[in-house]
């Protein structure tokens, strides 16, 4: 077992997919989800096999007699490793190795395979492998097969001679060992997380009183496409799961006199691992202080409805389940049956309906976006020192100023702005400030 599980990772591995419906399952899909997962991590899908299950097998999820047919197709088509779309214990991932002699991941380390390759800022990095590691710690006692006993520092043997304080006696599982240096790394990821976490709180921080909008989805929904849309962000696309894994903020201005911060965020995906949306916390903590999320929805997914639960469910987890959204159907100019679309304006009727990479309807966002900052708007005559930056950058931020008159020392702006940002403009102190 320790030759088949010396890596997780399956680049330019040939693939078998494989997936168990219990019978309340609500469908029994193509796999093609896990397909596309496969993929981004570098994969070749050589071959899919279903199974309809009365219940779990505790020993190999799928029952000993198809496990043992899963076994004679790692052979026939050479596969390198067995992908589940289900999320396996460790007892049944080794008793599955055992009777296929084939690595086998779950859908779990499979994503955390993928973040893996992705991340490239040290955060990330740290992210990932904190996620890695949360993951592999509770399935250390089945995952490997070295757990023998190592001789304390008074017995005789090699390695004993090398015991420190604290290891020394009748001897030490190698598997306390591994338990140790695993919670030590967590410990110290942790740590290390939470001095970036200060840092990115206090960029947020910095941020206090302009109007922040954070972009979610399901992952390959089209949000690094659409940021580059608005803002000219220059954020690679690629038409992959999870090619995004970092935050980008870039300011967008929808119309005259309106700025505003537009960030960018991870994708979603169902049965996300727990592990992985604990240690971006830091990462999300832009959707968690958003003023606005725009829910990209990728229109051309027959799977969009479980798309939308799927990112829900996310929210929901992270605390942004009450936050105000702006749905957006994304990619009309690809989609192929009019029914789905249909379905989806009838049942999100105030969703904007776009294409981010050709710029359709981009103007109708801008506008719909603009609505919902502005809230019920009111005119008002301000009028204020010219020496009083704070004043004035306030009203270009928060209003659409429509005239400027200015004295030897004073200037009277007129301006529309929304209703919930008066009071925060009347703190200010203007020498003036009259609604008309």
């Not at 776009?354 to 919902?372: C, E, F, H, P, R």
């Not at 659409?400 to 030897?408: A, G, L, N, Q, V």
Request: net charge positive; hydrophobic share 40%.
């Amino acid at each position: 077992m320790d030759r088949l599980r010396q890596t997780l990772r399956v680049a330019k591995e040939r693939a078998i997919l494989v997936a168990a419906h219990l019978p309340r399952a609500s469908d029994t899909d193509d796999l093609a989800e896990l397909a596309a997962l496969a993929g981004s991590a570098g994969a070749v899908v050589v071959d899919r096999f279903q199974q309809k299950i009365r219940k779990i097998n505790a020993s190999t999820y799928i029952g000993k007699g198809k496990a043992e047919e899963l076994a004679r197709r790692v052979k026939r088509l050479n596969a390198d490793v067995i992908i589940f779309d289900n999320n396996l214990s460790p007892a049944q991932i080794r008793d599955l190795e055992e009777i296929t002699q084939t690595k086998v991941l779950d859908r779990s380390e499979l994503i955390l395979d993928i973040f893996a390759t992705r991340a490239k800022t040290r955060q990330a990095q740290l992210q990932v492998d904190l996620a890695q590691l949360e993951y592999i710690y509770p399935r250390l006692t089945r995952m490997w097969s070295h757990l023998d006993s190592v001789a304390g520092a008074g017995g005789a043997t090699a390695a004993g001679t090398v015991g420190a304080i604290g290891t020394r006696g009748t001897g030490e599982q190698q598997l306390e060992i591994d338990r140790r240096l695993v919670e030590k790394r967590i410990s110290e990821l942790k740590h290390q997380l939470v001095e970036i976490d200060k840092r990115r709180i206090r960029e947020i921080d910095g941020r206090r009183g302009v109007f922040k909008i954070c972009l979610v989805g399901y992952t390959n929904a089209g949000k690094s496409t659409l940021l580059n849309t608005l803002t000219d962000a220059g954020v690679l696309v690629e038409d992959r799961l999870f090619s995004t894994l970092d935050t980008r903020t870039r300011k967008w201005s929808p119309a005259r006199g309106v700025e505003l911060l537009l960030s960018d965020t991870v994708g979603f995906v169902r049965n996300l691992p727990h592990q992985l949306v604990a240690s971006f916390k830091a990462t999300l903590e832009e959707t968690v202080n958003a003023d606005l999320l725009i829910h990209v929805i990728d229109s051309s997914n027959a799977d969009a409805l479980k798309q939308i639960d799927s990112v829900n469910a996310v929210l929901a987890d992270i605390g942004c389940g009450k936050h105000p959204v702006l749905k957006v159907l994304n990619k009309v100019d690809v989609v192929g049956k009019l029914g789905l679309l249909e379905t989806l304006q009838i049942l999100f009727p105030d969703a904007v309906t776009i294409s981010a990479k050709t710029g359709l309807g981009i103007d109708v966002l801008a506008q719909a976006v603009v609505k919902i900052y502005m809230g019920d708007q009111i005119n008002i005559r301000l009028t204020c020192p010219q020496s009083n930056g704070k004043i004035q950058s306030f009203l270009r931020t928060h209003a659409r100023i429509t005239k400027e008159d200015y004295s030897d020392s004073e200037v009277t702006i007129e301006a529309t702005i929304g209703n919930s940002h008066f009071l925060p403009l009347r703190s200010l102190n203007p020498t003036s400030l009259e609604i008309l």
